[in-house]
Structures are given as structure tokens and as C-alpha cells.
């Protein structure tokens, strides 16, 4: 199972730190990635990590401003957003690969958290 938290409304600018805990299996084996959606639009992939923290891949509209991490030991991954931007507004949802390396594929990931809203204020 996986647990998100950290969304909610931000202003334009604004920072959000998106959380999302595992239960029942063994995160550290996995790469994990975030992905979101937007109202009729695709999920798209954002930003994965590796088993061992790296490497790290990022799509081009958030590199530089979002950051992801992870903490095995605390079987938790991270999203820490900043300069927020409306386009940004979507819900987040963490997901756990069955592989050591993070794809941009919605078909890789085979465990999803359940989604937290992003919402961004202009």
C-alpha cells in the first residue's frame, strides 16, 4: 500500500512537499517515481528515482524546481515542489516500479498511492 500526503492549495511561486509512504513491501528494492494528471489529460511521468537514490530523471517542465527523494529506511519518498505554476495543478500520485531503475512509463509502475491534489492559484 501506498500513502500520499502533502498536497493542497498554493499560491503561484509557492512550494508544496508531497509525501508518500509504503506499507507491505519493500520499498528500497524499487525505483519509485511520481506522475500526475491533469483533468482530461494524460498521466504523465514527472520525476523517478533509482533503488539506491540514483539516478534521478526529471521531465523538463520541473527540472530545476522540483526535487525527488527518497529514505528507504523510512520506506517514504519525497516530492518537494517549488516556484509552483498554475500548469502545475494536477493530482500527484506516488508509484513503485518492479524494477531497480525508474521508467517514464505509466506500464512499469506496479503499485500506486491514491492521489493527492495539487491546486496553484494564479
Known amino acids: 500500500q501506498l500513502q500520499a500526503s502533502g498536497g493542497g492549495l498554493v499560491q503561484t511561486g509557492g512550494s508544496l512537499r508531497l509525501s508518500c509512504t509504503a506499507s507491505?513491501?519493500?520499498?528500497?528494492?524499487?525505483?519509485v517515481a511520481w506522475f500526475r494528471q491533469a483533468p482530461g489529460k494524460e498521466r504523465e511521468f514527472i520525476a523517478g528515482?533509482?533503488?539506491?537514490?540514483?539516478?534521478?530523471y526529471y521531465i523538463a517542465s520541473v527540472k530545476g524546481r522540483f526535487t525527488i527523494s527518497r529514505d528507504n529506511a523510512k520506506a517514504t519518498m519525497y516530492l518537494q515542489m517549488n516556484s509552483l505554476r498554475p500548469e502545475d495543478a494536477a493530482v500527484y500520485y506516488c508509484?513503485?516500479?518492479?524494477?531497480?531503475?525508474?521508467?517514464?512509463?505509466?506500464?512499469?509502475?506496479?503499485?500506486w498511492g491514491q492521489g493527492t491534489l495539487v491546486t496553484v492559484s494564479s
Open positions: 508509484a513503485v516500479s518492479d524494477s531497480v531503475d525508474a521508467s517514464r512509463l505509466v506500464r512499469e509502475y506496479k503499485y
Open positions: 528515482i533509482g533503488m539506491s537514490g540514483q539516478p534521478k
Open positions: 507491505g513491501l519493500s520499498l528500497g528494492m524499487y525505483a
